[in-house]
């Protein structure tokens, strides 16, 4: 982390964020004045149920979306309203985001080389054609694939494995920010650790600044350094994980950590 006299820098600052989604009685407000900052190396975790606007958050961060209101300052710089070029390359040289789903999120006609070349090639990240490979080569082994399988395609892969495609392919390009948003949803539980470890390993070794968003609370709690609570479009409760977790402030959020115990399979032995 980058801790300068104590005090992180500010990658990423959202100030009454609100997304809306159509008009009159559709009208669905997404996401309504959400505020939150995440200093540079920090992985922030954002949770709540289905439907209380963390993908939104997500996107309209990226810019899928057009927000319908507030400030989104990325690396000091003001990223909501038009987009000129320079907020344009600032966006997508600086933020990536991982899918919940690697299958649909990785082109099945593409081979695993060339998947995770891609942005390298659009960035013009090599000067040679030797450097490329072995940014790509390098990567493969980094997130725990053979580079011997670059010339397969998705499908040869397993959930996991193409997860860590997904993975490569972004962190190749070293953004500042990486959204990953439900990145291990989609996987089998006994995989789901590996991931999260991979994605802890790969931010402590490039310092890269995580937006997570996920359901399961125990893995927000074993990789975020910051939490949010999400419900309605609103952030009810952010603050320190441990504290968050530890000493709960408001309702909701402790209505979701005693909803735990119930989730968790093995007590209804009981
Ligand atoms: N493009 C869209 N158009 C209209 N409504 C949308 C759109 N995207 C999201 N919504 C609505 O906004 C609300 C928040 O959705 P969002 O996907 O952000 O929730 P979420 O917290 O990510 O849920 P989940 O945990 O199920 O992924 C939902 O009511 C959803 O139906
Ligand atoms: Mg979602």
Known sequence: MDIVNGKQDSLLKVEGLKQYFGKGKSLVKAVDDVS?????????GLVGESGSGKTTVGRSIIRIYDPTGGSIRFKGTEITGKLDKEKK????????????????????SKKVFDIIAQGVDIHHLASSDAERKDMVYEMMEEV???????????RQFSGGQRQRIAIARTVILKPDLIIADEPISALDVSIQAQI????????????????????????????????????????VETGD??????????????????????????RTEI
């Open 36 to 44: 939150f900052e995440i200093k540079k190396g920090q992985i922030y």
């Open 89 to 108: 390359q600032l966006i997508t040289s600086g933020i990536q985001m991982i899918f919940q789903d690697p299958m649909a999120s990785l082109n099945p």
């Open 144 to 154: 725990g694939l053979n580079p011997s399988y670059a010339d397969r395609y998705p």
């Open 196 to 235: 999260i470890n991979l994605l802890k390993q790969l931010q402590q070794k490039y310092g890269t600044t995580i937006l997570f968003i996920a359901h399961d609370l125990s893995m927000v709690r074993y990789l975020s350094d910051v939490v949010g609570v999400m419900n309605h479009g609103h952030i």
């Open 241 to 266: 994980t441990e504290e968050v977790f530890n000493n709960p402030k408001d309702q909701y959020t402790i209505d979701l950590l005693e909803a735990i115990p119930r989730m968790n399979p093995r």
